[in-house]
Every structure is written in C-alpha cells, then in structure tokens.
C-alpha cells in the first residue's frame, strides 16, 4: 500500500487562530480524499470528503486538494476549544481487489480558551 | 440511525484466548473494513471486504481472520490473543469509492 504522511504534531494554538492542517500522499491512482476528527477514546468522525483539486469549504473548514503536488490540508478557521482532538488525513480508491483507504498516522491539535 | 455499531465496547483476554469482534451497518454499505488503532502508529487495515462474499488482506493481518457473514455483518476473530494485539479495533464501512464511517471501537487488553 502506498503511504500518506502527516506531521503527528501536537499543535497548540490560542482560540480563534486559523489552523492549518497538512498531509501527502502518494498514490496518484487514488482518487479521494478525506479528512476524519478524533475525540479521545471515540471512533474517528468524517469531516470532509472531496474527489476533486481545489477548495471544499463547509462552515469554519476548508478542505483543499493539489493533486498536482499531491497534497492536502484542511484549514480550521475561528478554532474553539472543542476543536481540540486528532485530525487525520485519509486516501481512498479502487486497486484490483476493491475499495482501498489509507490513513495518516493522525495530528493531535490543542486549542486553549 | 445507528450506522456502524461494533460490539463488544471493552474486552480482556488471557494470553491463548480466542474471541470474536462483531460489527454489523445499517448504511446499505457493500464495502467494509477493520483497523486497529495503537498510539503512534494511526489507523493501520487488518482485513477489508469490498462486496458481500469477499474478503482481503491489509496491512496487518497476521493473527486475524474475518468473516462477511452478509451485507450488514463483518466479524473480526482473534484465534490465540497474544500481548501485541491490544490495541483500539475500529470497523468502517462505505460504498465503494466514497467515505467510510466507523464505529466507536473496542479496546481489547491481552494479558
């Protein structure tokens, strides 16, 4: 299986910073993306999903795609302290023995009030 | 809605114990997986089963079998537990090629 790299962090930021969050990935044949949010001791929580380059926006989150660079980043705008959990990045794709999806190992983000 | 619900929530076992791992969606989803989870190593596929009737091997799947049993169900068993399977086992389950939704995991300790 090909890989998806993501900076484990921890990430601290101060409430109503605007956080950046980034992965890449490495395997051009598969063709979407998403981005999961992980409270602790709960099962991972889809964010975003998106198949295309460019901007996804859905209330204070941006997903964005460069398939180009082959990266991926999900902006938190206004963050709050309930914001504070692990991000992770996943790939998704068909390979020859059906749906394949690859996780980044996750970045742990802590937003203080 | 239910979506994925995973049981049991919590389980130990004793070193050469053998249980199974229950999963079961109400999404309609003909592709399902199961990860573990360990600290610092992310979410890693220890079996995925794309349709009903078919299963494959992931990344770390040594140790593990799984079973489709239909379209809703897709169990997880550990046949001989050892110590390095403690871990947080999560199961997801999509359509085929959109995103996944999981469940809220099972925390099993091998002692």
């Known amino acids: 299986q090909k890989e998806v790299e993501q900076d484990p962090g921890p990430l601290s930021v101060p409430e109503g910073a605007i956080v950046s969050l980034n992965c890449t990935y490495s395997n051009s044949a598969f063709q979407y993306f998403m981005w999961y949010r992980q409270y602790s001791r709960k099962g991972p929580e889809l964010l975003m999903y998106?198949?295309?380059?460019g901007n996804k926006e859905d209330g204070r989150f941006t997903a964005q795609v460069d398939k180009s660079s082959k990266y991926i980043s999900l902006f938190i705008r206004d963050s709050q302290p309930s914001d504070s959990a692990t991000y992770l990045c996943a790939n998704g794709g068909v390979n020859q023995a059906g749906t394949a999806l690859i996780f980044g190992k996750g970045t742990t983000l802590s937003v203080s009030s | 809605n239910a979506g994925v619900t995973q049981t049991p929530k919590f389980q130990v076992l004793k070193t050469g114990q053998s249980m199974t791992l229950q999963c079961a969606q109400d999404m309609n989803h003909n592709s399902m997986y199961w990860y573990r989870q360990d600290p610092g190593m992310g979410l890693r596929l220890i079996y995925y089963?794309?349709?009903?009737?078919?299963?494959d091997k992931g990344e770390v799947p040594n140790g593990y079998n799984v079973s489709r049993l239909n379209k809703r169900e897709f169990s997880l068993r550990l046949e001989s537990a050892a110590p390095s399977q403690t871990s947080v086992y999560f199961c997801?389950?999509?359509?085929?090629?959109?995103?996944?939704?999981f469940g809220q995991g099972t925390r099993l300790t091998v002692v």
């Open positions: 089963s794309a349709s009903e009737g078919t299963t």
């Open positions: 997801a389950s999509s359509f085929t090629n959109t995103e996944a939704f």
């Open positions: 998106t198949y295309s380059s």
